[in-house]
């Protein structure tokens, strides 16, 4: 079956530690996303892709890195320069861009110790 | 450059009907509609396109005020599945990414 998997689900940090999510889609899309989500403050943009080595900032890029080295992945890095990394993070990729329907993934909780 | 979605939360009883409205101080191209339960991913509902369309999917549609840059989403005769968090999402021309209002919780009881 064709979708979206993000691992790990669940994912505890230590303050000063980088951790790498994980998000792969079979789907064939070139457009990739991350979003964050946090209660009362709906979904916010980190970084999107929409082609293999290319990517840009969303609303709040800082404190994390992406890469785009194959269609099918675009992993996010929380840096330890990330303040207030403990949040519930969501991958979406889409055919076309933002006009098409976004396939979200189950997400991944991070909690920072 | 976040849309505004109001209201924040609504409660129903099952068979009645909502209205969630999403604003923009920008020129949209595009409005999309999730709706997210507990614990789960968010699910694509529609998707309006400049030009003032309506759409529907079953007892669910949706309006698009391009020149007012505003949204509604309409849930009629709600059923308890309806229940959980919508969200819109906006399209600003040029800019391919969507960007998301705060969500309303729609509770509906038997």
């Known amino acids: 079956d064709g979708g979206i998997t993000q691992s790990p689900k669940y994912l505890f940090r230590k303050e000063g530690q980088n951790v790498t999510l994980s998000c792969e889609q079979n789907?064939?899309?070139?457009?990739m996303y991350w979003y964050r989500q946090d209660p009362g403050q709906g979904l916010r943009l980190i970084y999107y892709s929409q082609i293999v080595n290319d990517f840009q900032k969303g609303d709040i890029a800082e404190g994390y890195s992406v890469s785009r080295e194959k269609k099918e992945s675009f992993p996010l890095t929380v840096t330890s320069a990330q303040k207030n990394p403990t949040a519930f993070y969501l991958c979406?990729?889409?055919?076309?861009?933002?006009?098409?329907?976004?396939?979200f993934g189950e997400g991944s909780r991070l909690t920072v110790l | 450059q976040q849309p505004v979605q109001s209201p924040q939360a609504v409660i129903l009883r099952e068979g009645e009907d909502a209205v969630i409205n999403c604003s923009s101080s920008?020129?949209?191209?595009?409005v999309h509609w999730y709706r997210q339960k507990h614990g789960e991913a968010p699910v694509f509902l529609m998707i309006l396109l400049k030009g003032g369309e309506q759409k529907g999917h079953e007892k669910i549609s949706a309006s698009f005020n391009e020149k007012k840059q505003q949204s509604s989403l309409y849930l009629t005769a709600s059923q308890l599945s309806y229940s959980g968090t919508y969200f819109c999402g906006t399209e600003i021309p040029s800019y391919g990414k969507l960007t998301f209002g705060q969500g309303t919780i729609l509770t509906v009881h038997p």
């Open positions: 920008k020129a949209l191209y595009s």
């Open positions: 979406a990729s889409s055919i076309v861009g933002a006009a098409g329907e976004l396939f």
């Open positions: 789907l064939n899309h070139d457009a």
